[in-house]
């Protein structure tokens, strides 16, 4: 690990000596407001199932709709992702659903790219909701799919209607920076976030508010006092959950020393962070 950052960290210093800047004073940007948009991307209703991002393709089936109103059995690997299915029922007596993973992939006839993140969600009254994914990560994305059709009006009345989705994302890195300047979000407030990325099929969050002292100046080179550290290591476990990839961003810029103490410095607290369970960087 101490081998590999100083590798990353030489690599990094040696670009940022030859762009080194004076730091500019940026207090007058600590005023701007910070607001928080609509959801990306569009809202289409097909048929009643509102899904947001919108599936690659979406196909309604003219046979009968799936009863859930007994809930669902868990088959074979969807048994893993019971905690993820606690938005619907789970018993013995429910419609079946079942989790597969293909082999070799999907056959070119599935219409669906061997990618992480792919999968196809069937849904009939005779066979029960089927997921096929690509890997684990695409297990869950099509659960989040259901999610949204279980919790949609159309499911009120206890049935799903049949019908066939083959999805995966188009974009490899999708999520948020936290890197504004002002007050920070709140823990509650980012852990709140996260398990919207994770709904929302996000895979990246880029923790690096600038008035965080320990990610910014004056307090970059020291380690997070406990407190933080446990909310740092708590936001990494909510991220993991959620399938989302946690990156550490640290912002040295305004009092960084171009010499090997503060090289050290850096390689010190990337190994700090290391132990709180973060494996991504930025600098």
């Given amino acids: 690990m101490n081998r590999t950052l100083k590798t990353l960290l030489a690599v990094v210093v040696s670009l940022c000596t030859a762009l080194a800047v004076n730091a500019q004073d940026l207090s007058s ?13 569009h809202r289409l209703d097909h048929a009643g199932l509102v899904i947001n991002p919108t599936p690659q393709h979406l196909y309604l089936l003219r046979s009968l709709p799936a009863d859930i109103s007994r809930g669902v059995a868990l088959k074979g690997e969807a048994k893993k992702f019971a905690e993820e299915l606690s938005f619907i029922k789970q018993s013995k007596k429910g419609l079946k659903l079942t989790i597969t993973y293909p082999k070799r992939g999907f056959d070119q006839d599935a219409e669906v790219p061997n990618k992480s ?3 196809t969600l069937k849904v009939n009254h005779a066979s029960g909701i089927i997921i096929e994914a690509y890997d684990e990560l695409g297990a869950f994305y099509a659960i989040q799919t259901l999610r949204q059709i279980v919790e949609s009006e159309r499911a009120q009345d206890g049935t799903i209607p049949a019908f066939v989705i083959r999805d995966w994302p188009d974009l490899k890195y999708r999520g948020v920076v936290e890197g504004f300047y002002g ?20 895979n990246y969050y880029v923790y690096g508010p600038k008035d965080d002292p320990y990610h910014s100046s004056p307090y970059w080179r020291e380690p997070y006092p406990e407190e933080e550290a446990r909310e740092i290591s708590e936001l990494v476990a909510a991220c993991n959950k959620n399938r989302v990839n946690f990156v550490w961003a640290i912002h040295p810029g305004q ?3 171009w010499n090997e103490e503060d090289y050290e410095n850096l390689v010190n607290k990337f190994e ?8 991504a960087y930025a600098i």
């Fill in 29 to 41: 940007q600590r005023g701007e407001s910070q607001d928080l948009g609509s959801l990306l991307g």
């Fill in 117 to 119: 993140g792919a999968y």
């Fill in 183 to 202: 007050e920070p979000w709140s823990h509650e407030a980012r852990l709140s976030l996260i398990d919207f990325y994770g709904r929302f099929k996000m």
């Fill in 255 to 257: 009092d960084i020393k």
């Fill in 272 to 279: 700090a962070m290391y132990d709180l369970g973060v494996r």
